[in-house]
């Protein structure tokens, strides 16, 4: 195959087990360099000595990653591999800002899963029911949380399963909030897009989530599975209708500051074709 093809660059975009099979099967055939885009700090459990991906990491002449929490996370692999650093802020297609509804309306969109924070946003929902009755929750997605999802809550949380790609901005605009309380996050595009439709994220601290969220600013940052915090954080946000309308400006104002995807794009494959050019490995052995 890569006699055939001829690839001056391999660019392994995240790390699946039938990335490391590939690159076995084809073992010391590779003489060009291998470029790994590493979107997500992985489970503890993936990173041991001797586990799939510290065995795929071993074979990278270089990563290019979207947050600093993941460019520590490979630079406490290897030291020796050069980690190049980029954003994925990108301006998305243009939308208008519609007025923010009357009632307090909360936003989570996203897989349905634990690392997701969920339970922490349905906790945190629970606290604020006594002072904020008429506080809602519309929960998006699909995932192996549905069931807990629809078992744990009455008539303040609706359940809207999968959405469409395309309805996405509409619930966005029927938002006042939108919470984002990961326990891990790559990077957001929810907050992206929240943020060129003009409203406020409050967000957990992880990841690339603390650069798109400017603490204060355009929302707020909480400690990632505090449920006392995040609930503090919704009481202090959705009690306050000029401050969210302000803080959504403020991140319409900064996401049209953003590059174009074009741009990003540019910029990214200039920094990946640079590795192509540096130190190339003559060899690299089979991997066990």
């Known amino acids: 195959m890569l006699d055939e093809f001829q690839p001056g660059l391999v660019v392994v975009n995240e790390f699946v087990p039938q990335t490391l099979a590939l690159l076995n099967l084809l073992g010391s055939s590779i003489t060009v360099p291998c470029v790994l885009v590493a979107h997500a700090v992985w489970p503890r459990s993936s990173r041991a000595h001797g586990s799939p991906f510290h065995t795929l990491l071993a074979r990278m002449d270089a990563v290019l990653c979207f947050s600093a929490e993941v460019a520590e996370w490979i630079a406490s692999f290897r030291k020796d591999v050069p980690v190049e650093q980029t954003s994925l802020a990108c301006k998305p297609l243009a939308a208008p800002v519609v007025p923010l509804p009357m009632d307090p309306q909360l936003l989570f969109c996203g897989r349905l899963s634990a690392e997701k924070g969920l339970s922490t946003l349905l906790d945190a929902v629970d606290l604020l029911a006594a002072d904020h009755p008429d506080l809602k929750l ?84 909480v400690e990632p599975g505090n449920a006392e915090q995040l609930a503090r954080a919704i009481g202090v946000m959705v009690g306050n209708r000029e401050r969210m309308q302000a803080m959504g400006q403020a991140a319409r104002a900064r996401a049209e500051a953003w590059p174009s995807w074009d741009e990003h794009l540019r910029e990214a494959s200039a920094r990946i074709l640079a590795v192509a050019e540096g130190e190339r490995r003559i060899a690299h052995p089979a991997l066990d």
């Open 138 to 221: 519309t929960i998006a997605g699909e995932g192996p949380m549905h069931r807990d999802v629809t078992d744990h809550h009455g008539e303040n949380v609706t359940v809207a399963g999968r959405v469409p790609h395309g309805r996405v901005g509409q619930l966005i605009d029927a938002a006042s909030v939108v919470c984002i309380p990961s326990l891990q996050e790559s990077f957001g595009l929810v907050a992206l897009e929240a943020a060129w439709r003009g409203r406020p994220v409050i967000a957990s601290s992880v990841g690339g989530l603390s650069l798109i969220v400017a603490d204060g600013e355009t929302g707020l940052l």
